[in-house]
């Protein structure tokens, strides 16, 4: 029989325990193995349901055919009798599959729960991802993984409340213990594991394990545990308790004051995130005693504990090899020293080294932290102060340590308190240095960083998470994936470092790897608090290419948690960049800036975004109101800064400011390219955008980058209507690569409004023709802005074609293209683009032939499932035609109010759709003249003039015919 294992590690195998490597590597294939396998009546299921999960989007025949693909490889792969048919309905046979999640339900259902619950290893396909899967499909196995979870603690909760009955007390905490790993936040189990340790005789063993999940509450749910619970720990502390804690330290200073004894010992000096090197060039000696020989950690702790001692140094060698390895480079602001003094101590003398010793132990816990950021201090000057408290009672140790700013005050900018044994003071040091790092005012990520100390157990993990935070926040994208990467190497589950190295990787921009972080964190999220997870889900959806799915999650995140940052964030980022795939304005994402921003008016993400929205609306009074001017020599400036600068230079027509930051943005930033083509994306001014993109097209740029500049400037000459200067770019990106310029002269030939020859156009037929996509060499630049068409140049070069066909009207040509698409190879989002790439061309053959109803059916069927970086690097992965064609049938059936919403839309997503701009407003201002609303018309048609900028003789008549109406409009 075959194995199928889904809860926790995915296993398949034969009866013979071979893994069956054939359905395990195909994601398609195993996910619909596991819907037909799990649930709580697995049978037979109808076609049309599994097209619903699987194939919501594809058209019922080709979803139809897939369906038979699958299970005809499964059948393959797994024998003839294991997936059975009946009728229009598809079972699997539990004669020849056995599956472990079945197995578990049957298992509890007849009451045999230890055998049950051995069976439940972690969550339902944990680990698992099929890239394309429907909503259906996560929805179910969301819906599935619930009810086997929660089977799962009803087990548990039994077994445990079974062994109180019998007052077996070990059972009892293993069963409690294991329910907590599924149910983290479950206070009822945590009560039960606390009452089982202490009649067991471990009632300090029971309050640390109160504590370990407070902290996890408080910093997971902002929340503290119930009265009943904490009424439990009280009885158990029964000693120490506050008083005697008081009573054991009368002299301590009050909260939030500095000692006034502090200055009888000298200052445990930690390096936080120090850059200042010595002549030589070597790293600063740690810091210690005027003329002494710097201070070892096994100082104070030898005479006690020697296997402690040793132990520490070796911390210590550690922690200043790590600041040694991951400093950051010359110039990073991370540049504080924190002075870490020796705590007080009051308690039994037997422990009395513990006092000094804790201060040096805490000292190497913070260093290299990226705690703040201000100018270099020398070791007798700290920037930052750390003061505490040592209180032994009982042999408990209560630790007690607030960090102090001595620029602003005494007062204590935090406060951290944690409580263990003596042989536990390596982990309550990590708890207070994680609790003073994430903790404090303005820390690096903000609410993310007080939920970093509870989804990592690595202090270094932790700190490099937060120097990570540090870059992201000013916009050194390519530092922080370096240090998300090494917080993750240091802890490979670190759910919310993945999700902020997907976060960095998508500004660099390096899609690939904001693809797999977010996967990664997604698949690690178990470690997060319920909140986060619903973010991290909502980003996947927005990540893996769905258009409508992400905005749904975010609103309803959002209804949770209406004052969420984050959530406001990436909302608006789904309508900015999703918006205009669907016909929608951008514009709709600018209350979710002016929420980020309200927040956080120092934002510069937010602030980015809302200067390209403002710009696009050409609403330069706002645009100046949030952007301040640039100085003219400020190279060093953050390049988001610089971006919204040219924005508003742009708006304002001020070529020279513009071309002049340009300039500032190629010295400032490896990828200067992103900030120049979003500059043009959102500026409404066509010679503007000509001045921004020049850079690109100089001889000292690398050859791709010069191709692509071209291709964007041919682009924007076309969309001023000069079609002449347009094919004179496109000549000189094919002298450059000519495999890179070819598929963008084609596409701008058979635009509907190109006054292409037939000789051109049959030029460019042969040009395709003789191309042989199999043979183009690989971009000698990997990052997606070169390689965006690398894997489907066959797709292309047949889509071209058939558009070549359809504009020169041999139809049946282009009927034989697009046939051919539908039935194209390659992987599976190349065939996703072959498909809605066909529907393309049956619209250009119906328009053709003015059968606008026939076009707007073919065009409602181009399904776009695209990333945004896709759709603003490739002008066919974001469907570009397809959606003005789009507007163009809509218009053309008079269906004026849907075709004004698709022509608000254009050029909203890269340089290349400047094309369309000013034809979108010439329709916008014909629809409004038939609408009888002369005030838009007049502003419509006057927009289209200003941007059909002196255009070519054979498109004059248009610029003609639009100012006769306009004057009659006028008059």
């Known amino acids: 029989m075959i194995e199928l294992r889904v809860l926790g590690t995915l296993d398949l195998r034969d009866a013979d325990g071979r893994v069956l490597h054939a359905v395990l590597s195909a994601p398609k294939r195993f996910a619909l193995l596991v819907y037909l396998a799990v649930g709580r009546s697995p049978g037979f299921h109808s076609r049309d349901e599994l097209l619903a999960v699987f194939w919501p989007d594809h ?88 009810r086997l979870r929660d089977g799962a603690v009803r087990a548990l909760r039994s077994l445990a409340e079974a062994a109180e009955r019998s007052e077996d007390s070990a059972a009892a905490e293993l069963w409690y213990r294991r329910l907590l790993r599924i149910a983290p936040y479950d206070e009822a189990a945590l009560r039960g594991l606390m009452e089982a340790l202490a009649r067991d005789g471990n009632r300090a063993r029971a309050v640390r394990e109160f504590e370990t999940f407070e902290r996890r509450l408080t910093r997971g749910l902002e929340l503290t545990s119930s009265a009943e619970t904490l009424a439990l720990v009280e009885g158990l502390r029964a000693q120490p308790t506050d008083e005697a804690i008081a009573a054991a330290r009368p002299d301590r200073p009050g909260p939030g004051a500095v000692r006034a004894d502090a200055t009888l010992a000298p200052p445990v000096v930690g390096h936080v995130r120090e850059d200042s090197p010595t002549a030589d060039g070597a790293p600063p000696p740690p810091a210690g005693p005027p003329g002494g020989r710097p201070r070892s950690p096994h100082r104070y702790l030898r005479p006690r504990l020697p296997a402690v001692a040793l132990l520490v140094i070796l911390v210590a060698a550690c922690g200043w090899a790590g600041w040694l390895a991951f400093r950051p480079e010359s110039g990073s602001p991370f540049v504080e020293r924190v ?21 040096e132990l805490l000292a190497v816990a913070l260093d290299g932290s990226g705690l703040g950021a201000a100018t270099a201090a020398e070791p007798t000057d700290p920037t930052l102060l750390v003061t505490g408290d040592l209180v032994e009672v009982d042999g408990t140790l209560h630790a007690t340590a607030e960090l102090h700013d001595p620029v602003r005050g005494a007062s204590a900018v935090t406060r951290a ?134 905005e749904a999650r975010y609103r309803e995140f959002l209804r949770m948690y209406p004052d969420d940052p984050e959530g406001w964030f990436q909302l608006g980022e789904v309508l900015f960049h999703l918006n205009p795939l669907r016909g929608r304005r951008i514009g709709e994402s600018r209350e979710a800036w002016e929420r980020v921003i309200a927040a956080d008016p120092q934002h510069l993400p937010a602030l980015l975004h809302l200067a390209r929205v403002l710009a696009a ?24 800064v610089l971006q919204m600068a040219g924005l508003r230079a742009v708006a304002h027509g ?113 040009a395709l023709l003789q191309w042989d996509p199999d043979t183009v060499p690989p971009s000698p630049d990997p990052r997606p802005a070169f390689t965006v068409h690398a894997r489907v140049y066959p797709q292309l070069r047949t889509y071209l074609l058939g558009a070549l066909a359809a504009r020169q009207g041999y139809l049946l040509e282009a009927a034989r293209r697009t046939a051919e698409l539908r039935e194209m190879g390659g992987s599976e989002r190349a065939r996703e683009l072959a498909v809605d790439l066909a529907g393309g061309l049956d619209a250009l053959v119906a328009a053709r032939e003015e059968r606008w109803e026939d076009a707007l059916r073919a065009l409602e069927g181009v399904r776009i499932r695209t990333t945004f970086d896709q759709a603003f690097l490739s002008p066919f992965h974001a469907r570009a035609l397809e959606r003005h064609l789009r507007a163009e049938a809509l218009y053309q059936l008079g269906r004026d109010a849907e075709a004004l919403r698709w022509f608000d839309a254009a050029a909203q997503v890269s340089p290349y759709e400047l094309v369309y701009l000013a034809i979108s407003h010439l329709r916008r201002g014909q629809i409004h003249d038939r609408l009888g609303d002369g005030p838009r018309a007049r502003h419509h048609y006057a927009r289209f003039l200003e941007l059909w900028d002196r255009p070519d003789p054979e498109l004059g008549h248009l610029t003609r015919r639009t100012r006769a109406r306009l004057k009659e409009l006028d008059g």
């Not at 870490?340 to 804790?358: K, Q, T």
């Not at 609306?617 to 988001?640: F, G, W």
């Open 339 to 359: 002075a870490v003094l020796p705590f007080s101590y009051r308690g039994s003398d037997h422990l009395a080294y513990l006092g000094p010793g804790i201060a």
């Open 59 to 146: 058209d019922i025949p080709h979803a139809r055919a897939t369906l038979r693909q699958t299970v005809r490889l499964l059948r393959q792969a797994l024998g003839p009798d294991t997936i059975e048919s009946r009728g229009g309905e598809i079972g699997l046979n539990p004669d020849k599959v056995r599956c472990d999640a079945v197995e578990f339900d049957r298992l509890r259902e007849a009451s045999r729960l230890r055998e049950a619950v051995e069976l439940y290893r972690g969550p339902l396909l944990e680990g698992f991802h099929y890239a394309h899967a429907g909503t259906g499909f996560e929805e179910w196995r969301e819906q599935e993984g619930a």
């Open 417 to 550: 308190t944690v409580r263990g044994a003596a042989d536990d003071v390596f982990r309550m040091v990590d708890d207070l240095a994680a609790a003073l790092l994430t903790r404090r005012p303005g820390a690096p990520g903000g609410r993310f960083s007080s939920i970093a100390g509870i989804t990592t157990a690595s202090l270094p993990a932790l700190k490099e998470y937060l120097g990570g935070e540090e870059h992201l926040g000013a916009g050194r994208y390519d530092a922080a994936i370096a240090a998300f990467e090494r917080a993750i190497t240091r802890d490979s589950a670190f759910a919310l470092a993945h999700y902020r190295l997907g976060v960095a990787a998508e500004w660099a921009p390096r899609p690939d790897l904001m693809s797999v972080a977010t996967e990664a964190a997604v698949r690690h999220s178990d470690r997060l608090p319920p909140r986060e997870r619903q973010l991290l889900q909502a980003s996947l959806a927005w990540r893996r290419g769905a258009v409508d799915d992400p």
């Open 617 to 640: 609306q050409a609403d330069a009074p706002q645009l100046d109101r949030h952007v301040p001017a640039v100085p003219p020599v400020d190279t060093e400036r953050d390049r988001r």
């Open 654 to 766: 001020d070529e020279r400011a513009a071309k002049r930051l340009g300039r500032l943005i190629v010295r400032a930033s490896d990828t200067y390219w992103v900030d120049l083509w979003y500059i043009a994306a959102f500026a409404r001014d066509l010679r503007g955008a000509l001045g921004v993109l020049e850079p690109l097209v100089e001889e000292e740029q690398p050859a791709a980058l010069r191709a692509i500049g071209h291709a964007m400037r041919a682009h924007v000459e076309l969309g001023r209507g000069r079609w002449r200067s347009a094919r004179v770019e496109l000549s000189a990106a094919g002298v450059v690569d000519p495999a890179l310029a070819l598929p963008y002269h084609a596409l701008l030939g058979v635009l509907p409004f190109a006054p292409s020859t037939r000789a051109e156009l049959a030029e460019i037929r042969t």
